[in-house]
């Protein structure tokens, strides 16, 4: 059966524009919560909350519990890196900010071709295995949002040092050729790899999903939310080890934990449903961001690209007459962030997106339906 993991990058905030505001009164009931249920694994990451999620963790976590009583990962943040010399740094760094002496699972943070290329320069592998020798990692692997062949190609060089694959799994992208989820858990299998899934509602794209998918999710399996067939869907999956949720409240944990305590596949006529689900759901959204931040660090015109992609979904799935009621939130938020039409084209945030998106042209979109002055 398919445990289920903390996701520490979209934690709750006191101020929903300061991604480093974490609210530790919360995050603190959250842990607690997480753990009387059950549950134990924790995987923050370097950059997430802007360099802040792996501090939070340890004042929440680390120092609240006995090292026995949790597994926590992190991420070594290639992006970041260019000279060998800094991983040890950065690693010694991570160490420090959550506050222990190993983590149970260590990962090379998203892999993709130009990182790769970086890790291969720097040998990353190579260091962080030294540091498994030295019993500071448990267990070492890699997140990546590429596609198959790619992992493939991964894997034929480093299945030796791998113990583990972090890929993004959801039911709406399991057979999109830009993700190749399906594809990807079949090349881990083949390794026989397990797999931690992440984003397995889509950003929460999937625990809001049109009335009428709702209405269908709810007449086959009353009393379930439509996050919890997602959530079935990423633990049915034969390969999958953990199904990491990115939970903000109390809620969502509450309503995750539901569903992986008990945990049981979706069976054939709930996959059928889905099917039609699928069907619906892609023909309603406009933009498929998840909402990640990946990107936003790297605009120079500081955009805010996932805030304005899900107001255009809202405005584009509830047409009005006139000028959108979204353009409200639209012009509210570029009064602290740039216009979607200051866009440079520069490409930058493009580069680090895991969907592969075509943000530059969807931009555009934005500032067609939102800068009418
Ligand atoms: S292409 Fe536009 S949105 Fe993307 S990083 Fe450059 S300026 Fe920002
Ligand atoms: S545009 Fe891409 S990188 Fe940015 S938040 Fe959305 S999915 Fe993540």
Redesign the pocket.
Known sequence: MADLGFGLMRLPLRDPDDQTSIDMDLLKAMVDEFLAAGFDYFDTAYYYHRNSSERAIREALVERYPRDRFRLATKMPIKLLETEKQQAEVFDEQLGNCGVDYFDNYLLHNICRSYYATSERLDTFGFLKGKKDEGRIRRLGFSIHDNSEFLGRVLEKHVEDTDFVQLQVNYLDWDNPDTDARRCCEVCESYGLPVMVMEPVK?GALAKVPESVERMFSETAPGMSSASWAMRFAGGIGCVETVLSGMTDLEQMRDNIRTMRCFRSLDATEMEVLERAKAIINSSVAVP????????DECPKSIA??EF?SIYNDAVGTPSKGLPPQRFYYLNLTETHGRASDCIGCGR?ED????H?P?RELLKDVAKRFEVF
């Open positions: 950003g961001c998840t909402g990640c931040r990946y990107c936003v690209i996932p992609f945030c680090s997106c895991p969907q998106l943000i």
